[in-house]
């Protein structure tokens, strides 16, 4: 099984046997030239006789004008179900991973919450996805949690603004512009247009008041839109993805908590809280899964 996640700029292939092992993984980056790297990525995890293998295809933005052309320099060699479905998008392919192989393993109803470059989720029920009439359900980025209309809001989402990296990022820059000093300054030699991720959530661990700030305002957002999720899917878990796991030290246990102030102590009570377990390739593994599904 081969499968495959575009991101905005990086292409992330997986090779999977029937048993949820990864054969052979790449990783390609290319601003310019995404189908080129989805190319390149799957020629590095194939060899000639397995270039028919049926292809799984997913992405953050399936819909977006980027996709569409990579997906048809694809479907010239490798065969696959997006050829005509599109790609899956990446939360849905992700929660297929995390309850084949991940996190979730066996668990009949899950949901799948990551956050990352961007946000993403998906609904496991009855073991199968819930994709929606047109595969938008666990659409996240779109989660409507503050009143105030914004033109960021109206072009990516809510939560998207809020809570993926550049939005992170962006929270803490405006708190600098405010009058707000942050060791992250000298790191960059205030040159704020250099500020990543990685600088706000590693400030935070040396107790940088501003990263710490901006930290828990970004857990009070993803609290909310887990409880969300949670009071729509009524699941027996969440898995949660992206920098909810990988920075869980900052991040979980502030989560736990603000999930708990927004749902009924028998709906938390009932609730398992998990990291998801297979970081930045379960997409690509879900995708792989969705591909062998499809030719059964």
Known sequence: MLGLELQDARAVAVS????GQVLARAVVDSPVDLAAA????????????????????ASAAPESFAIAPVLEVLAQRYPGPYAQAGATPSGTAAAVA??????????QDLVYFAVGEHTTGGIIRGGAPMTGTRRRAGSVAWLALNPVEREDYRKMGCLEAEVAAAG?????IWRIKSGDRSRIQEIVEDDLSRITIDHVLDAARQRDGVSISVVRDTAKYLGMAAA??????????????GIMASAGDL?????RA???RRLPRAM?????????????????IGAARLAAAALQ
């Open 268 to 284: 938390m009570d009932a609730l398992a809280i998990v990291p998801a377990a297979l970081g930045d390739e379960a997409p690509a």
């Open 38 to 57: 989805a190319q390149t990525a799957l020629q590095q995890i194939t060899s000639r006789s397995a270039a028919d293998a049926a292809l799984g295809v």
């Open 168 to 172: 992170i990022v962006r929270r803490l």
């Open 258 to 260: 603000e999930i708990a």
């Open 16 to 19: 999977v046997n029937g048993s």
């Open 98 to 107: 995390e309850a084949w192989i991940g996190a979730g393993r066996d668990v």
């Open 228 to 241: 969300n999720l949670v009071v729509v899917a009524d699941p027996d878990m969440l898995v949660l993805g």
């Open 251 to 255: 991040l979980l246990e502030l989560l």
